[in-house]
């Protein structure tokens, strides 16, 4: 199956510092990339969906000038979590769509990036 | 906008079978999706529904009807390593907002031996 990888799957920072976290599809193209929020316990929040070569777009609440989102390639969207503090810490995960296949076009998750703002 | 129900926690024996009830209230609907998610992990796909019915995938099944808004994914021969977080997502009609997907809360199954 496709895969999606994330990088780092963990982090630490101080707070007012910004942290990148990179999203990459490894096996297929992908026009569509989704950056998701998740605190403890709670279920996905979509932050963001992110269209290649296009600005994202931002889910109501999410501010676009704190969590800057990138799509430069099919396979590669970065989200910056700018000016962080602590109650930024969350797990953040992408998905992504595979644009190849004529069937489902399932999202595939990437593991998933554990941030700490300390 | 999307409204996501499903039950908030559920407990079950090995062996046996279970179903996991979603119901959903949007504005648009593309698709039916269940996902599973352990402690820590992201979610992995387990089934998708576009057309109402059921879809049989081994041990795990996914029913919908679309015009009731329910969904069901049931789960049969329970094994421990199904104790995990099962999250009903509603995918909106796919050329608004690039077919993105809202998710439920999340129905956290317990198995027992």
């Known amino acids: 199956g496709a895969v999606v990888s994330q990088h780092p799957s963990w982090v630490i920072c101080k707070s007012g510092t910004s942290v990148k976290i990179e999203c990459r599809s490894l096996d297929f193209q992908a026009t569509t990339m989704f950056w998701y929020r998740q605190f403890p316990k709670q279920s996905l929040m979509l932050m963001a969906t992110s269209n290649e070569g296009s600005k994202a777009t931002y889910e109501q609440g999410v501010e676009k000038d704190k969590f800057l989102i990138n799509h430069a390639s099919l396979t590669l969207s970065t989200l910056t979590v700018t000016s962080a503090h602590p109650e930024d810490s969350s797990f953040y995960i992408c998905?992504?769509?595979?644009?190849?296949?004529?069937?489902?076009?399932?999202?595939?998750f990437g593991p998933g990036t554990r941030l700490t703002v300390t | 906008g999307q409204n996501i129900d499903q039950p908030t926690e559920m407990t079950a024996t090995e062996g046996a079978i279970v179903q996991i009830n979603c119901t959903y209230q949007t504005s648009g609907f593309n698709g039916l999706f269940w996902y599973q998610q352990h402690a820590g992990e992201a979610p992995t796909f387990l089934s998708y529904n576009v057309l109402d019915g059921l879809e049989e995938k081994g041990r795990f099944s996914s029913f919908l009807s679309r015009s009731k808004g329910y969904s069901y994914l049931l789960l049969k021969e329970l094994q421990m390593k199904d104790s995990a977080s099962y999250l009903c997502?509603?995918?909106?009609?796919?050329?608004?907002?690039?077919?993105?997907?809202?998710f439920g809360d999340g129905t956290t199954l317990t198995v027992k031996p």
């Open positions: 998905s992504a769509r595979d644009v190849g296949t004529s069937g489902i076009s399932e999202q595939y």
């Open positions: 997502a509603v995918r909106e009609v796919a050329n608004t907002n690039a077919g993105k997907s809202t």
